[in-house]
């Protein structure tokens, strides 16, 4: 492997192993990250000879021994060689080494050592700005900022994060020009009216990742119209920007765009001038009363007319078994050109996902909101029923751990709901390695919690409750913070207070999250979605789907278990993280709560706002506060991007599931 630059395999389960030799091979590597899996030995002279574009060895937690040498020949990038909590026992280290050694917690320093290796120095707050060189500008005003042409403008902002940079170092300047350099000539190559860009403030946050602030510069004007927001937004949303390899894979979260071409243009202009607009608007708006008192009666009937035409529902047919007009409370009503524009065409360059009810779209809106577009198939009234349901649920539900509405359309025979852009796509993703996302035990507990939470809140806060109907792995969508966020309401039913204790019903759902109980008598209550969540309670535990080869989840863990023996004697079940890092009695915790979910009888299962209680309890006794935020973004990914693999690109996703036949199902 002699590209290989960046390897990072911390936090296995390996058997133990001396040092491997093919540290020593690989010739382009720049970070080696290897904590917590076992190794031992000495680290020998050659890995730090050999190796000319070394920058990081990071073997915390390990049992490497020995004398540790770095040789006189290392490379000339080598900056950190962090080996805390491991068994060395000394050190040749020669006076001009000008490289962060970091020994804490090994015996050289345990055992009243002083040096500079046996603390932990905080790193200097290295940072990169593009200049703005040779230039002597006038004022700016508080918003505005200078671009590197030395020009006061209101730029475009956000954040690029890349997942696998190659690099540990950030003082290198000509590594961040050369991105900027790519970045101008991908704004230019499709002719976006961009004058410049600047690259600030590079930082690792809590995952590993290379987060740099980004600022876009307007041409020939001080403000982007419209169509420069969307553009610029497509082009690093969309990947049509492909960053220096050293890089890796990115994405980009941009910031609302409070500013457009002409919104402030009067600001300059001379107080004459603005004297005579003020004056002739006070005299055109005198008109317009006078206007508005003679006309009052006609405007008023031209008002409802109008009213009529833009009612978004006007063509809505009830009699296709999609019930009556859907009654909305603030879903915001986007037009099928607005919609079409932030998608570019509805291109398959921005499909990210589809399936048996259409396609989802990823589209950026003039403000500069990333967005998710789920569209029907066009011309078809196929899920007209589940579009009015979502729509008329979502609109009025409104909970960080609840998937958010922006707005939906309903024109040209097309049915399309506009929600909230989730980075990360479903728990399904991640639990099956789909995303690279690695799901430690802390996280798990946090996304169940939120799901709960989430769950809880459409039961007992929502007006009327909401019982979602198909709680499920694919229907949970994680953010960039790993916040989990209950997504597809396409079967849900609202409740009154006469209908909350059953309410007969054709049975829908989805196989093996499906209440047995609702099956065989047609009623549903809201202890059927405890039963779903039991259900993913146990794909949380176990990162297995609720029935593989035939064989039902529940059954297997029940037939499985000892409650006299270590984690109920589930190793062999678990998810192999799950197993070898937490604390067993908060599985066994999570197991028993789990399983009181999915007892047979509803009667016996607990409601929603029992199994937020129970899951904090748990994340308690595993040492987490259960009122904390979640992780600042999202988890290490264990390889590259895989180009077309996006989170979303399942065709299980954002597919509404659909009524089951009797015959489809044989409760066990």
Known sequence: MSSLNYVDMSNNSFNATDVP?????????????MEGTQIQGQLPVSMFNNLVQLQTVALKNNRVNGTLNIGSAFSTQLQLVDLQNNRVDAIT???????QIILVGNPICTEGGTEDYCSIRQPSNSSYSTPAENCTPGPCSSDKILSPTCKCAYPYTGTLNFRAPSFSTFGNSSIFVSLQNELMKSFRSLSLAVDSVSLNNPTRNID????????????GQDYFNHSGISGIGFMLSNQTFKPPTNFGPFYFIGNSYAYFAGMN??????STKIIIVAAVG????????LLAGVYAYRQKGRAERAKKNNDPFASWDPNTNSGAVP???????????ELKKCTNNFSDANAIGSGGYGKVYKGTLSNGQLVAIKRAQQGSMQGGLEFKTEIELLSRVHHKNVVSLVGFCFEHGDQMLVYEYIANGTLKDSLSGRTGIRLDWMRRLRIAVGAARGLQYLHDLADPPIIHRDI????????????AKVADFGLSKPMGDAEKTHITTQVKGTMGYLDPEYYMTNQLNEKSDVYSFGIMLLELLTSRSPIEKGKHIVRELRQAMDKTMDMYNLQGILDPIVASNAAPKSVEKLVDLALRCVQEAGSDRPYMSEVVKGIENVMELAGLNPNAESATNSANYEGVNKGSDHPYNSESNFEYSAAYPSSTLEPK
């Open 327 to 337: 009654q909305l409370k603030g879903a915001k009503c986007f037009s099928f050109e």
């Open 472 to 483: 499920k792995s694919t229907n949970v969508l994680l953010d960039e913070r790993l916040t």
């Open 265 to 270: 243009g009067g600001a300059h202009k001379s």
């Open 282 to 289: 006070g005299a055109v708006l005198f008109l317009l009363l």
């Open 93 to 99: 280290r020669r006076a001009n080494h000008d490289v």
């Open 21 to 33: 030799q093919w540290f020593s091979s690989l010739e382009s590597l720049t970070s080696l990250i």
């Open 208 to 219: 590993n990742y290379l987060v740099l602030n980004l600022q876009v510069f307007p041409s």
